[in-house]
């Protein structure tokens, strides 16, 4: 199912055509008229369907949709225009010269890449399934890691941030059975005359969850600065964890030295503050070669390892600078809710390597879409639409980043204000966990130069160079009838992948 292109302000109108969805749904589900209908109106469906068949009624239709064959499925790519030279590596010699003039539409397209699902389903997905092959290559091995990590002990954990006061949740009992959000017979009042309870069972949809009982009462303030510092707190903890590790690794009298090689996403609760999910991998590694992972100490195992993240978690915090609006800083640590689980890369545990990596990938293409608030980066005329000290939830986060970050020190609140004040990576490793997203997009772009209808000669990197001299043309399709064939085709396409997909899978299965 498409999903629109979000709108940045409230009651605006995004002019960008919406892409297509995941790439997992079949073309039946995309129903781009139903789509034009909710996001333009008639008027522009008909416009769309004039500009489609007028181009598809050309005489280069099917040059055309090979020409952005790449870009296709995006919601806002990007246009470039300018030259593209090939040049002998070995001699420096110009061996040919393309204008994008002589392209179709005078430019080439390329894919936004953005990783949010909620602007770019279609880039989203390539970035899911790209964020999928790297977590877990660092858990068995694979795309240039040795399979011997596989046998490292490793652990998922959480780690949250702490109350900023009372808040609206879904409860669920041991049984399975929902119970009510905050049950009280006699219920404290706080000092606005709000009675801190609550006896409704919340839906999963529910508006309330995450909105505080009282919203007057709860510490807007401490909930910004946390989220812009939790990744300097991430830091202070993983450095906790290794020195933990080294003092046990030098009590054991082992000759090798330890480390431990993480891999984080960071996951928007509905409250609005982030938390975050890790592996975190123990290793070992000689000192002359710390690029060389090596297993770690036979001395050493899961269980130690979950001991240094324990106490990392509860030992480590620090005090943040101080600010005009609270002299003395801000305390911040980790909350009393830290979970460690061993994970079994084989066998049918309760977390498993491809379960921990689907979970990673999810939450790698999501942003704040959790809380109700989803907008592009704010500034001085567009922040008033969002913020309001006397507001929603969000509506007084978002005041409190741009009150806060009226500081020189504290600008970032201000930058990373729809952020609701996080400004980290949302998928963010250590260097030696796994490969990279570049070698990842590196590879993907040798196989398909390798593997199209073009010579081998004039594909092979190691004795030409492919040099463009490009610039910024616009971004976005030309006409909504472009961005109906191009996504049409693009859905197609990806329809077709599935079902290879799933024959493959077949045929495996049943050997």
């Avoid at 609550?198 to 709860?218: A, E, F, M, V």
């Avoid at 909930?223 to 020195?243: C, D, G, H, M, P």
């Avoid at 879409?369 to 989803?374: D, I, K, N, S």
Wanted: proline share 4%; aromatic share 6%; hydrophobic share 35%.
């Amino acid at each position: 199912m498409t999903t629109p292109t979000v709108t940045l302000a409230p009651g605006a109108t995004s002019t960008t055509v919406p892409g297509t969805g995941v790439s997992a749904e079949l073309a039946a589900s995309f129903d781009l008229s139903r789509v034009l209908d909710d996001t333009m109106g008639a008027g522009s469906r008909l416009s769309a369907s004039r500009t489609a068949l007028e181009r598809a009624a050309g005489s280069d239709v099917f040059g055309w949709l090979a020409h952005v064959r790449s870009a296709a499925g995006c919601s806002n790519p990007i246009r470039l225009c300018g030259t593209v030279d090939r040049i002998d590596a070995g001699s420096g010699e110009l061996l040919a010269r393309q204008s994008t003039a002589d392209m179709p539409d005078g430019v080439i397209y390329k894919s936004c890449g953005n990783r949010r699902s909620s602007v770019c389903p279609h880039c989203a997905e390539v970035y899911r399934r790209d964020a999928f092959q790297l977590i877990r290559a660092g858990m068995v091995g694979g795309k240039g890691i040795d399979p011997s990590v596989a046998a490292h002990p490793a652990v998922f954990a959480t780690f949250t941030a702490g109350s900023f006061g009372l808040v609206h949740t879904r409860r669920i009992a041991k049984s399975g059975k929902p119970i009510p959000c905050r049950p009280r017979r006699n219920p404290d009042v706080c000092s606005h005359g709000i009675a801190l309870a609550c006896n409704d069972i919340h839906d999963k949809g529910s508006h309330l969850l995450g909105t505080p009982l009282c919203l007057d009462c709860y510490d807007y303030d401490g909930q910004a600065v946390f989220n812009v510092q939790a990744s300097e707190l991430w830091r202070r903890t993983t450095i906790a964890v290794n020195r933990y590790l080294t003092r046990l690794a030098r009590r054991a009298g082992t000759h090798l030295r330890v480390r431990a090689t993480c891999c984080k996403v960071a996951e928007m609760q509905v409250r609005g503050v982030v938390h975050f999910h890790a592996v975190i991998r123990l290793d070992g590694y000689h000192p002359d070669a710390k690029d060389v992972t090596l297993p770690p100490p036979s001395e050493l195992d899961v269980i130690d390892l979950a001991d240094a993240i324990h106490h990392a978690a509860v030992t480590v915090g620090f005090t943040t600078e101080e600010h005009p609006d609270n002299p003395d800083g801000w305390r911040l640590a980790w909350g009393e809710q830290v979970d460690v689980r061993p994970i079994q890369v084989r066998g049918d545990q309760e977390i498993t390597d491809s379960l921990v990596a689907g979970y990673f990938a999810k939450y790698s293409t999501k942003s704040t879409e959790a809380t109700g608030h989803v907008s592009r980066r704010l500034n001085g005329e567009t922040v008033d639409l969002y913020a309001n000290e006397h507001g929603t939830h969000t509506e007084r986060l978002i005041d409190a980043c741009w009150r806060l970050g009226r500081h020189p020190a504290w600008a970032r609140l201000r930058r990373w204000a729809h952020m609701l004040g996080f400004g980290g990576h949302f998928l963010t490793k250590s260097r030696r966990y796994s490969v990279t997203f570049r070698i990842l997009r590196d590879n993907r772009v040798t196989w398909r130069r390798t593997t199209d209808d073009t010579p081998a000669a004039d594909t092979d990197g190691e004795t030409t160079l492919i040099v463009g001299t490009l610039t910024y043309a616009g971004t976005g399709w030309h006409t909504l009838g472009d961005a109906m064939l191009a996504n049409t085709s693009a859905d197609l396409a990806r329809s077709r992948a599935l079902v290879g997909r799933e024959e493959v899978a077949h045929e495996l299965s049943a050997r």
